[in-house]
């Protein structure tokens, strides 16, 4: 019998912390069974071996920080047929966005005094700011079971429509109690779910990591600083940790 | 005549797009004329970014510097902050940060052990012939990697950015459940382990030695110092971590854009292996027996036994694991301690201008944070020094001593054992992988 071809996968790292691809590694022996189904043809965290030819599906993580990566990315997505935009830093920007609120050369002589003109550096860009993406998974960290979900779309050609509804409706059917009512400020009111409100099942706040939802509830979220007395820049700051690359949006 | 020749080798590869790191070895006529190690971190400007933030959302941004050590970056951004806010944390907070720690080491050393270390010692080029030759051996690697992972994911929410630890303390805390399950899984890591030491202890190492200076955290008491203590180094120097920057003495140097560290010589190594030297009596004893087993004790001078002092490291974290959740069970966790900050917009933690120092043991060696904050906590100045920057000067200088004695082997081996030093000192892992791609000329 003739056996199927396995699809070409690809991990690429852009300005990262490389933790969404160490997701993958947390699969456990049940990372085997991905591996049988898929031929992974690069993957820079684990493996050595190199792929120049086309690619089914690449994943990629991280932000677009400078003109290598620029050019970098675009020569990755002309020879990839579905394009994984994968993790906050990839498909918002995520923490990186923070530097855009300073002066590039200002924040280079900062870090690294007279050696900064080894360190060239652009705005940071999520990849859909520079190339076309195929499917989003958000998070910093990705969520495990959404990757698997959007690996099986890409491979199957089928869409993946991120939820477009806030961290609170996956937090109400946690049970969690308000970390307003808690009387801290949380983001879950105009995050994009799909994380299972992780991080408020932890005991901590949402920082908003998935990125906005593209409709959010301002009045009702004015509505809710207002009843606890926060200050609106209180809420812009928190923002700007993951969402800072979003004014750049056309 | 061989000893005569010129070799010239270039190992080239990209860490994380923008910054670059290549093994430059250039040999001329029998003579060493270059020989550099140049590690860019990818710029992301973390310090940068730090200031204007509150001091109690440091610890979310710092943990996102690295994917791999994010529990490590979180324990030293955590001890920072409440160094400078002048905050004790209470002996069950300090427990609960051990038992991360450890965690932190197991799932790190055996990342490392197996799928950077393992496959040279076997011969292949990676772990992926290993599925089909090693397959018994690669599940292991796997079962215990995911094993690491649950754990944090009961005490912390999760191992790749950590969710309650804050500062302060922990926004929740285990139950007595949660303790028995984690209790379960690290005994049910001991036969995996024992398999771990038995594959490790079947493998040779290169042979090769150089006195260094060897620098890691010390302590008075009996424990084997990892997330708190003073700095001190074999060489006889012993400081407070306030004075970090009198350790470290970072310099520049011409033609590479990363910076280096030096203290009483040349060179000074942090990692497991300078642990062990300092601290070796402290170990558990199991992890003691396995040193004798594997013929190591301090100081061990050879650099690519690090891996071994990793494996040595695992068994005492493993054990000291185990023995502090059944403390915990034991005692019995108060629930009452139970943290929510956020913000601190409830002013629950008094704030203060101050500047604070954290300096912890991660799994590359000794991590530093170092943050100034005004009145209100907000960052003014941040300072972070990681373990592979303070590797890089003694690299470096193990290779300058290692090509000559190998000058006589063919290039393809110089080459290896030329990786296989840098590997050792397990640099962020995708930056080492890479020096599996080598391009190696000789003229």
Known sequence: ?250 | MMNKRNVQINVEYLTRVEGHGNIVIDVKEGTLQTCRLDVVESPRFFEGILRGRSVFEAQHITSRICGICACGHTLASIQAAEDALGITPTAQTLKLRKLLLHLEFLDSHILHIYLLVAPDLLGVKSFVPLIDTHGKVVRRALRLKKTCNDLCDILVGRHVHPISAVVGGFTKLPSEKDLETMLNMLVGMRPDMEATVELIAALKFPEFERDTEYVGLVSDDGEYPLLTGDLASTDGVRKSKSEYRSITNEFTVPHSSAKHTKLSRESYAVGSLARFNLNYEKLHPKAKELARALGMQPKCINPYLNTAAQLIESIHCLEDAIAIVEGLQQDGIAHDEVMLVGLNEQGRIPVKAGNGVGAVEVPRGVLFHNYEIDGQGVIKNANCIIPTNQNLNNIEHDMEKLVPEILLKDDEQITLALEMLVRAYDPCISCSTHFLDVRFVNR
């Open chain 1, 1 to 250: 019998m003739k056996k199927l071809k396995k699809p070409k996968v690809a991990f690429y790292d852009f300005a990262c912390c490389e933790g969404c691809q160490l997701q993958v590694a947390n699969f456990g022996e049940a990372l085997l069974d991905i591996l049988s189904m898929i031929d992974v043809v690069e993957f820079r965290e684990a493996m050595s071996e190199k792929w120049e030819g086309e690619i089914d599906v690449a994943v990629v993580e991280g932000s677009i920080t400078d003109p290598h990566a620029d050019e970098r990315i675009r020569k990755i997505r002309s020879r990839s047929k579905a394009l994984i935009a994968y993790g906050s830093c990839a498909t918002i920007g995520g923490v990186n966005g923070m530097k855009n609120a300073f002066d590039l050369d200002e924040i280079r002589k900062y870090v690294y005094k007279s050696d900064y003109k080894f360190f060239p550096t652009e705005k940071t860009r999520a990849v859909h700011q520079v190339v076309k993406v195929d499917y989003f998974v958000n998070g910093c960290p990705v969520y495990p079971p959404e990757f698997v979900t959007v690996l099986k779309a890409a491979l199957q050609g089928t869409p993946y429509y991120v939820p477009d509804y806030p961290v609170c409706v996956e937090c109400k059917m946690n049970e969690n109690i308000c970390m307003y009512d808690r009387g801290v400020t949380c983001l879950g009111p105009v995050t994009r779910a799909g994380c299972n409100s992780w991080c408020i099942n932890n005991g901590n706040i949402c920082y908003g990591c998935r990125g906005m939802v593209s409709n959010p509830n301002e009045k009702g979220t004015m509505a809710v600083i207002e009843k606890y007395g926060i200050p609106l820049e209180l809420i812009v700051r928190k923002m700007d940790m993951y969402n800072k690359c979003r004014e750049q949006r056309a």
